[in-house]
């Protein structure tokens, strides 16, 4: 037992407990007129009264109970499988997934008896070696790890070379080479650079990267197709038994919508597979570019830093003007601009010829950059869906912090845990409402306190819709995000996204089908609609079908009634084959008739097989950076001996101490209530009371 006070405390509660219960059952206590209480009689109630005050005393000393205890662990032993499709193709699938399989079911029960035995699976369309040791060393951080068994063919095609963590790991790794590291005849699209956005009219490159193995001397073609249609052919000779070459192929942006193009080399004889002689990719068709104006009150580093976010992305076309010389328009214009970004308008030295009123009237979205010129006043009569109240004229600086109810559009968790580490924006000081249909995707937060306000945040009403940064010095975001990760992705991933959720046009379509333009081959493809009556309010009432078809050879068309949920509709169609998809859908309300057409791609993924060569140079190099070994698959049992070798494999024994304040404990106050219950009812039945 543990206290914070001298130990000669502990008998002065006891002496304050003998002097209350002397002094109320002896000095002050006046003759009764009954028979009094015998000397014995009060003694015991002076004692019982003394302990019940003497452990109330004592409680005030902040005792605490120091208990230590120890427990056991055996060694853990990992093992991780790879279950990778590159193990699939391979000559020796038959064997990895039958008697390879056995031995290591028999190995894990083996080890089993003197170890504590886990396992996991990686890989799959593509691999990430890294991964799992980075995992299995945060998972298992302290713990008694004995050994990890990793199995593989050493090749990875996703995450960072895992020999850039083995360095860092303090448990062996011992690993099991499997694949064929022989090199066969094999031709392969192993890359196609492309931009997943064009504009429709324009020309767009692609580059198509070939490889060759064991094919010295040998000739193929190289295509690109879409839909069927051939749009390019080049023979291709391959010089050495190692050969890559790059070709640029130039195409028209002919058709809006999303594009299918399927980039293929012919195959030839004997080749190791032909997963790998094609490769479909995706483009984006845009009729016309999306026009934005940065409108600032005054020249500042933030509108840069936001043209530059913007100019990432070649789906907005973007200019940028002073408040004095921006063109102003009136309601029954038609702004040639899709979204406004105004920052610190309107503004405490005014705005030009600007209307603002007139503008947001005509139903241009816009985005607002608030600072320390901004007139509050003033914006908060424009009814945005935000107001600051405020009767001081001052600026706090505040961080951001990550918001989980945000719906409107998502960002990766990744991204928002970056940016809160982000430098402080400058912002007004203020009661902030935000409208009932606003939503916060970051908090402002003033130090380390949440402040509860919203520091980014976006709302919708009706066809129009508006995005908020409370905070000026933007600029600072992206210099942070530079020097943090050598790029302005996260940067210029959050301004994308506003700017995409702003402009937007809320469609007010009675009926339409909500799809994505791509998918792949391992998604299965959702599809979610929605009918409006006159009113505009959503009704599932009448059947809604869709018709899906294919240009593909051995497909046909499909007809299916969407499951009604909740208000709306939706149709989950599983996997389908990879190639380009048309649909249209049709329902019947109040007697209209409302058809929606469309289309989407479902991607072929063949990561996998772009490279069948197995590494087990890395394998050996992994095992021996970490103090562990390799073996081959097909010596599996081997690893069993070497691990009951290892001196270090030993049970570990860990010592707890564990502290129990005697305030939590229910016994204490048990104890004080039963003394003082006896108390009562000897004093209740010997008539005192």
């Known amino acids: 037992m543990l206290i914070d006070y001298p130990w ?20 002050s206590r006046k003759p009764s007129a009954s028979q009094p209480i015998k000397t014995s009689v009060a003694i015991l109630l002076a004692l019982l009264r003394m302990l019940a005050v003497a452990a109330i005393a004592f409680l005030f000393l902040s005792p605490l109970f120091k208990q230590e205890s120890s427990r ?37 029960s083996n080890l089993g008896k003197n170890y504590d035995v886990q396992r996991i699976t990686y890989g799959g369309n593509t691999t990430d070696m890294a991964e799992p040791l980075n995992s299995i060393a945060e998972q298992y951080y302290r713990r008694n790890v004995g050994a990890v068994i990793m199995t593989g063919d050493g090749i990875y095609n996703s ?18 080479a499997m694949g064929d590291t022989t090199t066969r005849r094999d031709a392969c699209i192993s890359h196609v650079r492309f931009n997943r956005i064009a504009f429709l009219g324009n ?27 051939q749009l390019f052919s080049k023979p291709i000779r391959f010089e050495g038994n190692h050969f890559a070459c790059t070709e640029s192929v130039t195409l028209d942006a002919s058709r809006a919508g999303s594009c299918h193009y399927v980039v293929e080399i012919k195959a030839l004889d004997n080749e190791l597979t032909l997963l790998n002689n094609r490769q479909a990719i995706t483009i984006e068709v845009i009729d016309g570019r999306q026009r934005v104006a940065i409108v600032s009150a005054a020249p500042h580093p933030d509108v840069a830093a936001l043209k530059r976010a913007l100019e990432s992305n070649q789906n907005y076309e973007v200019e940028t003007f002073l408040s004095t010389e921006f063109k102003p328009i009136d309601s029954k214009s038609k702004s040639p601009f899709d979204l406004l970004i105004l920052h610190q308008l309107p503004s405490k030295n005014g705005d ?56 409107f559009f998502t960002l990766p968790e990744q991204v928002s845990k970056r940016i809160e580490r982000f430098p402080p924006l400058v912002s007004p000081f203020g009661e902030y409402r935000l409208s009932g249909n606003g939503q916060t995707l970051f908090k402002s937060k003033i130090g380390t306190i949440n402040s509860g306000l919203p520091l980014v945040a976006a709302t919708s009403q009706g066809n129009r819709r508006y995005a908020f ?44 089908v909500e799809a994505k333009n791509t998918y792949d081959e391992t998604e299965e493809v959702v599809l979610e609609a929605e009918l409006y009556d006159d009113n505009y309010e959503p009704v599932n009432t009448p059947d809604a079908e869709i018709t899906v ?67 087990h140079s890395l394998m050996a190099t992994l095992a021996a950076t970490t103090g562990g070994q390799m073996v081959e698959a097909h010596d599996l049992e081997q690893i069993e001996e070497m691990l009951r070798s290892r001196d270090d494999m030993k049970t570990s024994i860990y010592k707890e101490t564990t502290y129990s304040d005697m305030l939590n404990m229910p ?3 048990i104890i004080i209530l039963l003394l003082l219950t006896a108390e009562w009812g000897f004093r209740k039945w010997l008539g005192e009371i």
């Open 352 to 407: 030009g010829t600007i209307d603002l009123k007139a503008i947001l009237d005509s139903g241009v979205p816009a985005l607002f950059v608030i600072g320390s010129q901004t007139d509050l006043p003033r914006l908060n009569a424009l009814h945005t869906g935000l107001e600051i109240h405020s009767r001081l004229d001052r600026q706090n600086e505040v961080s951001a912090l990550p918001c989980d109810d945000f719906t």
């Open 549 to 615: 078809s294919s240009k593909q050879p051995g497909t046909t068309s499909k007809t299916v009634l969407f499951n009604r949920t909740g208000t709306g509709y939706r149709l989950n169609m599983g996997t389908l084959p990879p190639g380009s998809y048309y649909y249209s859908a049709h329902t019947q309300l109040n007697g209209k008739n409302f058809t929606v057409s469309g289309s989407f791609v479902i991607d072929e993924l063949h990561t996998e097989a772009l490279n069948l060569i197995a590494d």
């Open 667 to 669: 016994l204490i106050f």
């Open 469 to 512: 940064v409370t905070g000026e010095g933007l600029w600072r975001w992206r210099l942070a995000d530079f020097e943090a990760n050598q790029t302005h992705d996260d940067f210029d991933q959050l301004v994308n996204k506003l700017v995409n959720f702003t402009a937007l046009r809320v469609n007010k379509e009675q009926f339409h």
């Open 203 to 229: 020309r767009f490159p692609i580059d198509v990267t070939v490889s060759a193995k064991a094919l010295n001397n040998e000739s193929s073609i190289l295509t690109v197709s879409c839909d069927g249609k």
């Open 159 to 176: 995450g960072q070379n895992p020999l850039n963590v083995a360095s860092g790991l303090s448990f062996p790794v011992y690993t099991v």
């Open 72 to 108: 056991k662990e055996k060694p853990i032993v990992i093992i991780a499988e790879d279950r990778s499709k590159s193990l699939d193709i391979c000559d020796d699938s038959a064997f990895y997934a039958n008697e390879f399989a056995s031995e290591m079911d028999r190995l894990a």
């Open 8 to 27: 000669y405390y502990a008998p002065l509660c006891l002496l304050l407990g003998a002097v209350y219960s002397a002094f109320l059952y002896f000095f």
